[in-house]
């Protein structure tokens, strides 16, 4: 593995299990990317750049695919930002591969390459740039993560917060679904600046609908339901010394219920990593297993440490905020680092 630059997160890889790791290592930038496809990713080669050096990656994938496209980027100015795609399996019990790839730089948006069937996932990012790949691959691609590397040039960010963003305001001592939570009036606060947050992910499925509890100054409590997988999340986050609960975000199934109590505010959620996959043949894709990492230990697993796995890869600065997808169980989830 190349680490031609220090100051880097590693993030990912999505997609399947199968197929051997590889990993690129760090560079410099990207100056071009050769995709093949078909049905799915058939495989990607890279032509990164080591201080003016032109370096080849090996083709990570097979000999397979009915179309090769070439991205060639404006090399120095222009450079990637984000990937986003699908993964899942193109027959009912073949293996998990990714199936789509898109590609973001700081001037426009490559692809879709490939079909955009199965999960999805994505990399929004508004303050870093691709410096290197990794992932699994065999007669496919596999799974594919990335390597970003701070910028100092602003990119116009997203909004990671609606106009108004309704929490809850209450103790952090409040009961998980007390009949009390009814005496707390829900009161619309004014949004979070998030001009320096990112947000990773969400993993996990695509049903239920979407969250986004928005951005805070920190995380003070988790509140998690199981039954089967991960049947609901309800948080206390941080707000400039304030305690703000939000939504419980999931359905009423859950039978356990675990509590995890920060010691806020010296101890910081700095990372997240779990497993997500169907609870019984042919059902919804849902988050099964949650493990919560601070500064100071690790809480969990909690829940079922099967199906596939994810991290949120991000050990340096702290969790902010969490989205992602809910129904009758926890469908998804993402985060916001600052």
């Not at 080669?45 to 009915?66: A, P, T």
């Not at 199965?118 to 303050?127: C, H, I, K």
């Not at 691959?137 to 040039?153: A, E, M």
């Not at 601070?294 to 829940?303: D, E, I, L, Q, S």
Request: some cysteine; overall charge positive; charged content about 20%.
């Amino acid at each position: 593995m190349n680490c031609d630059e220090k100051n880097y997160i590693s993030v990912g890889p999505w997609g399947g299990q199968d197929g051997i790791p590889w990993d690129d290592g760090t560079y410099s930038t990207v100056r071009q990317l050769v995709i093949t496809y078909s049905a799915g990713i058939d495989s990607i080669q890279i032509e990164y750049d080591k201080k003016g050096n032109s370096v080849w990656s090996e083709r990570h994938g097979g000999n397979g695919g009915v179309r090769t496209d070439r991205i060639k980027l404006d090399y120095p100015n222009e450079f990637f930002i984000s990937i986003s795609g699908y993964y899942g399996s193109d027959t009912v019990w073949g293996p998990v591969f990714v199936r789509s790839l898109t590609f973001q730089s700081n001037k426009q948006t490559y692809g879709p390459f490939g079909a955009q069937q199965g999960t999805q996932f994505s990399l929004p990012m508004s303050r870093g740039k691709i410096v290197g790949f990794h992932g699994r691959c065999s007669w496919y691609l596999d799974s594919i993560g990335v390597y970003l590397k701070p910028i100092q040039q602003q990119i116009p960010p997203k909004a990671l917060v609606p106009a108004q963003n309704i929490v809850v305001n209450k103790p952090a001592t409040q009961p998980f679904d007390s009949d009390a939570e009814s005496n707390w009036k829900e009161v619309p606060y004014p949004p979070i600046t998030a001009r320096h947050a990112v947000s990773y992910g969400p993993w996990g499925g695509n049903g239920g609908m979407t969250f986004d509890d928005g951005v805070y100054t920190g995380v003070r409590e988790v509140q998690l339901t199981r039954n089967g997988g991960i049947s609901s999340i309800k948080v206390c986050y941080d707000r400039n010394g304030q305690a703000i609960w939000g939504n419980k975000n999931g359905g009423s199934s859950g039978i356990r219920m675990d509590k995890i109590a920060f010691d806020f505010p010296s101890e910081i959620l700095t990372q997240i990593t779990g497993y997500y996959g169907s609870t019984i043949l042919m059902g919804p894709t849902i988050v099964k297993s949650l493990t919560f990492h601070t500064n100071k230990r690790k809480y969990g697993p909690f829940g079922k440490e099967q199906g596939i796995s994810f991290s949120s890869d991000s050990k340096e600065g702290r969790i902010v905020g969490f989205h992602g997808r809910k129904g009758w169980f926890l469908d998804s989830i993402g985060v916001h680092i600052l």
